[in-house]
T-cell receptor, first 111, second 113 residues
Framework: NAGVTQTPKFRILKIGQSMTLQCTQDMNHNYMYWYRQDPGMGLKLIYYSVGAGITDKGEVPNGYNVSRSTTEDFPLRLELAAPSQTSVYFC??????????FGEGSWLTVV | SQKIEQNSEALNIQEGKTATLTCNYTNYSPAYLQWYRQDPGRGPVFLLLIRENEKEKRKERLKVTFDTTLKQSLFHITASQPADSATYLCALRYNTNAGKSTFGDGTTLTVKP
């Protein structure tokens, strides 16, 4: 199993551009999450999903959107990128034993 | 809203000693409390989970305690090694929160040889 896979690993965006961070998992998790982590800080929840077709906002959803058309995929869309969205983004899935499996992260810089 | 405090940003100890990291929270106790390890440039990796009705959990050199009266969890690494150097995050999860976990800011542990 590959676990949780995120792409791209690194990306530089200009202010106002849009992009999608891809996340796919092969562990059949129903629960999936997108977090952002600013330097020296903990993880802040952006959006989450409890299953295909069901998504909901987390603590910091503004400026982002998600979709969950399949169990495997949970892409995060950034519309009109702003410098405040410069961060490291982690996608994660949760198993039935309450363990969260994180991807390796996507480093995004908005200039 | 729930607030989580991890004892300090950084903890430096000598190899062989026991490292003790603290996680304090406000409001009501979570159903589960988890500890994760994060290495620079990597995603967090799950270490241990303890339930609200459990006092202590062990895994090899790791021990977690959970005191719902003090609203505190302690994370111990015995016989610490330089390879234990990393940032350790605690996370709380409540049964009513659709599986969402709230994370602390982490404590960076450095074990010196």
């Amino acid at each position: 199993n590959a676990g949780v896979t995120q792409t791209p690993k690194f990306r530089i965006l200009k202010i106002g551009q849009s992009m999608t961070l891809q996340c796919t998992q092969d562990m059949n998790h129903n629960y999936m999450y997108w977090y952002r982590q600013d330097p020296g800080m903990g993880l802040k929840l952006i959006y989450y999903s409890v299953g295909a077709g069901i998504t909901d906002k987390g603590e910091v959803p503004n400026g982002y959107n998600v979709s969950r058309s399949t169990t495997e995929d949970f892409p995060l869309r950034l519309e009109l990128a702003a410098p405040s969205q410069t961060s490291v983004y982690f996608c994660a899935g949760r198993d039935s034993g309450n363990t969260i499996y994180f991807g390796e992260g996507s480093w995004l810089t908005v200039v | 809203s729930q607030k989580i405090e991890q004892n300090s940003e950084a903890l430096n100890i000598q190899e062989g000693k026991t490292a003790t990291l603290t996680c304090n929270y406000t409001n009501y106790s979570p159903a589960y409390l988890q500890w994760y390890r994060q290495d620079p440039g990597r995603g967090p990796v799950f270490l241990l989970l303890i339930r609200e009705n459990e006092k202590e959990k062990r895994k090899e050199r790791l021990k977690v305690t959970f005191d719902t009266t003090l609203k505190q969890s302690l994370f111990h690494i015995t016989a610490s090694q330089p390879a234990d150097s990393a940032t350790y995050l605690c996370a709380l999860r409540y049964n009513t929160n659709a599986g969402k976990s709230t994370f602390g800011d982490g404590t960076t542990l450095t074990v010196k040889p």
